[in-house]
């Protein structure tokens, strides 16, 4: 494995041969998480792909003329050409895999994968996710002295580890900025003895067994399973959306806002996350025009005041976003008034979106009892419908979804889970 610099682009990527380049960025989870992945898989595909690493903001002329717009992004060439589909966001490894695979012989990618040797653990409680949520559970079944492991496809911290300030999190006068409070909270977790397996990819949830296989080879059993997988952000569904995705369009600021220097961005939402995030995102950019559906903003009051202040901050109420057009280097986002239907399109260098989430259950959904939104349903003691398995965290079916009430159920289970093993 290797970094680069734009000055050795040409010699190191475009002179031939097979190269895997990945565009990272500095205080960008997806780029740590992948970091590890990528590392793994240089030592399985190295003799016949080039690692090649490129720091984003260090090369941003590169990364234009590239039109990367994402951290992290993942490239691949063959003889000077790029080939495959680009990777970028939260990556994971099986999508990296199958591009490697695509480049090489067959009969190199069967010798690769025979020298893989498949693996068994065995721990008291296995939690799925490393937020707030997971990390206090780790916590208190390791205080417990309870053998646990936890277990996250990202690196630990979950949303607040991309939430550029939490001011509500007791404990702390000033506003602490997530990526530190998230640090903190994995690194208590940690040094109790908790074991993490993150950055992976989880092949296999059998919640009746109590089995988790990860990165396809590694099983993991426990007599306990904690569900603590939090919420993704939800896509607007709009023509362009997922095409553009990481080629303009984001769900995370403190990823992708440092690129927006004097810009012009659009924010689609108008809830806590949107307007809390567009504060955020003025730091940098010079014009920022939230498009919202309602006629006022659906934020705290708090949050309301500080962007109706701001002067680089425009509102566009009533409108929502019918598609997204790659034109040049700019984003152009058809909007629709919701009550004249009438359309308009507003030209911007970026757009952000951030207009709710949806619970991560997909590897478990037909097993447990959901409420009517897919939430899982639990009792006091955060029980699942499945004997053994807990939920925690914005996962579970509840009314508020704050960093202090997914700790609080985290707690909740590790004290219950403690008390059925002793
Ligand atoms: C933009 C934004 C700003 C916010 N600001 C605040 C704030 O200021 N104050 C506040 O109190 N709350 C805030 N929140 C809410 C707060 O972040 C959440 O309530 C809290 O993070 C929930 O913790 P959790 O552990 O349940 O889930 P998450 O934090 O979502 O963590 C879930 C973890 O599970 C992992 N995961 C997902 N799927 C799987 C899988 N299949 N297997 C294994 N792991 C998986 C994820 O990678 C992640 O690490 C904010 C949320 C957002 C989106």
Known sequence: MKEITAAEFDTEVLNGGKVILDFYSTECPPCEALASKFEDLSRMYGNDVRFLKIFRQGNRDLSEKL??????????FNNGQEVSSRLTGGIKRSDIIRNLDSMIPDERVSEIKSQIKPSVSEFDVIILGAGPGGLTAGLYLCQSKINTVLIDIALPGGHVATTHEVSNYPGFIEPQAGYMLSHSMSEQTKL??????????ITKVDLEKKEVVIDEYETVKAKRIIIATGTTPNLTGAPGEKELKGKGISYCATCDAKYYNDKEVIVIGGGNSAVEESEYITRFVKKLTIVH???KLTANKQAQDKVFKNPKISILFENEPRAFIKEGDKIVTEVENVKTKMRQTLVSDGVFIFIGMKPNIELFKDKLALDQWGYIKTDEDMRTSVQGVYAVGDVISKKYRQITTAVADGTIAAMAIAKELD
């Open 293 to 295: 559906q309602f006629d």
């Open 192 to 201: 109790c003895g908790t074991i993490y397996k993150v950055a992976v990819d």
């Open 67 to 76: 039109a990367v717009k994402s951290s992290p992004t993942l490239l691949f």
